[in-house]
């Protein structure tokens, strides 16, 4: 009887001892947490100090990327869209060469053989080609899975090419591509509009009786 008394009094010291080192690991992460997100905190200037406490989402620290909805990649996808010709417009090595993917592939009107990759598609806009100014007519974006979007654009632009001042109208299809979090355009096919003939009808004269 006393050697089982001797063994249920050792399992409960065993178990609580137990218990406290969990309790201790617990609030020492706690603790360690609060002590980051203080001193980041603490960073900050006192002009941008949060109002509200600061809270440490899950999906950061375990970097799950949060999936997007359809209408959230539309908003995007036009933004990028704009940033895309802005970039052009202001001759923006640096942003185009973040917008366009390392495979990315031009083609349709104009596009030849020195403009057949991204970099040399980059070198030549940069080079012969100056947007003056540009109006996005309409624009429609369909969104597939597999982080895909497909983006239809009829625009009006003003350019110098190679020293010769043009007026077009385009359609361009851009193809989109969600990679490690990042769209980016891996295609971009344009084609030119015909001009519109405006045909001026002159009243009919009336045939005269002799």
């Known amino acids: 009887m006393r050697k089982m008394i001797l063994a249920t009094a050792s399992f409960l010291l065993i178990t609580i001892a137990s218990i406290s080192a969990e309790a201790q690991n617990t609030e020492k992460k706690e603790t360690e947490k609060t002590s980051t997100v203080d001193a980041w905190r603490q960073a900050l200037p006192e002009s941008e100090q949060p109002d509200t406490p600061i809270v440490v989402m899950e999906e950061s620290r375990n970097n799950v990327e949060v999936k997007e909805t359809a209408e959230q990649i539309e908003t995007r996808i ?9 970039a052009f417009k202001q001759r923006d090595s640096v942003t185009l ?5 390392d495979d990315f592939m031009p083609a349709g009107a104009n596009i030849t053989e020195s403009q057949s990759d991204k970099t040399r598609f980059i070198e030549w806009a940069l080079k012969n080609s100056e947007l003056k100014s540009y109006a996005v007519e309409k ?9 895909l979007a497909v983006v239809t654009t009829y625009y009006k632009q003003q350019t110098v090419v190679a020293g010769v001042p043009t007026n077009v109208d385009f359609i ?8 490690k979090k990042q769209w980016q355009a891996v295609s971009h096919h344009v ?4 001009k519109t003939v405006t045909t001026v009808s002159r ?5 005269q009786t002799p």
């Not at 036009?78 to 802005?86: G, K, N, P």
């Not at 060469?97 to 993917?101: D, I, S, T, W």
């Open 172 to 179: 361009a299809t851009d193809v989109w591509v969600k990679r």
């Open 139 to 147: 624009t429609k974006v369909r969104v597939f899975p597999s982080s």
């Open 78 to 86: 036009l933004d990028l869209e704009r940033r895309l010709l802005e």
């Open 191 to 194: 084609s030119q509009l015909p």
């Open 97 to 101: 060469k973040q917008l366009l993917a």
């Open 203 to 207: 009243p009919t004269q009336a045939k």
